[in-house]
């Protein structure tokens, strides 16, 4: 909740936005949610997050954040939890994970691991990325197929 983007989180929310052809893809949205007012969130979009493609949301007071339980309060401010969710088509939430701010969420990863909801791979798979594998996973009913992922990074706030 210190109101400062690091780099890593400046290259984060750069390499997803390099990567909306993949999510488009796999059928998914890419929204970015940010506690801070759309005032401070245009001058970021003017300045170090200038050419980011996905929609940058505001939720300048802790509702959207509050509902996925990652709304962070101390000494009267508030800010949210780095998280990466994602949703299905209803907008339940079918996955999540918390990141501190030594670390990032991967495209590549969060494209396969949509894909393995979506049942469109089966087995594990080695990221292109990284050297760590994502685990077979279940695939949802074909109602419940993966619609969005939202990334809610509670230090850029």
Same mark, same amino acid.
Request: one cysteine or more; glycine letters at 6%; a neutral charge.
């Given at each position: ?19 909306? %052809? ?25 300045? /170090?997050?200038?050419?980011? %493609? ?13 509902? /996925? ?75 419940? %197929?993966?619609?969005m992922w939202i990334v809610d990074c509670g230090t850029l706030c």
């Open positions: 909740m210190d109101n400062k983007l690091t780099e890593m989180e400046i290259e984060e929310w750069k390499d997803f936005s390099n990567h909306m %052809k993949d999510f488009k893809n796999a059928g998914a949205s890419v929204v970015g949610v940010c506690t801070d007012s759309h005032i401070s969130m245009r001058t970021w979009m003017m300045s /170090f997050l200038q050419g980011v %493609k996905f929609p940058i949301i505001s939720d300048r007071d802790g509702d959207f954040s509050r509902a /996925f339980g990652v709304l962070k309060v101390k000494e009267g401010h508030f800010g949210a939890a780095r998280a990466l969710v994602i949703l299905d088509k209803e907008m339940r939430m079918v996955h999540m994970s918390l990141h501190n701010e030594y670390t990032r969420s991967y495209p590549e990863q969060v494209v396969e691991l949509i894909k393995h909801f979506n049942g469109e791979l089966s087995g594990s798979t080695q990221s292109r990325s990284s050297n760590s594998t994502i685990p077979a996973l279940p695939a949802l009913p074909a109602s419940k %197929k993966v619609a």
